[in-house]
Nanobody, 121 residues
């Protein structure tokens, strides 16, 4: 079984910064693409940032230039550096990863349980 565990959320003032981590553990052969999503109350879950296995990244327009996604393959961990935070960034942030558990061709998608980010003065 594979688990994704997010950490690093919390309460921060507007203009502040946070760094989220998503650590994968369990039976992992390799991790492919991964991403950070967020869901605010009453809204649908939306993609914030994604990163491929070779490190290519993409961002939603709302966070471009403020957030940076990165990965440490040796630690099976994906990060989201969030700067210049705004109240609209308040949401539960979830990570998602595409994982191979054997050397075969099958990939599986896993989600973390989420970490709350609240931006408020």
């Amino acid at each position: 079984q594979v688990q994704l565990v997010e950490s690093g959320g919390g309460l921060v003032q507007p203009g502040g910064s946070l760094r989220l981590s998503c650590a994968a553990s369990g039976r992992i052969f390799s991790i492919g693409s991964a991403g950070w999503y967020r869901q605010a109350p009453g809204k649908q879950r939306e993609l914030v940032a994604g990163i491929t296995a070779d490190g290519s990244t993409n961002y939603s327009d709302s966070v471009k230039g403020r957030f940076t996604i990165s990965r440490d393959n040796a630690k099976n961990t994906v990060y989201l550096e969030m700067n210049s935070l705004k109240p609209d960034d308040t949401a539960v942030y979830h990570c998602n990863a595409r994982v191979r558990i054997t050397s075969g061709v099958n990939w599986y998608f896993y989600w973390g349980q989420g970490t709350q980010v609240t931006v408020s003065s």
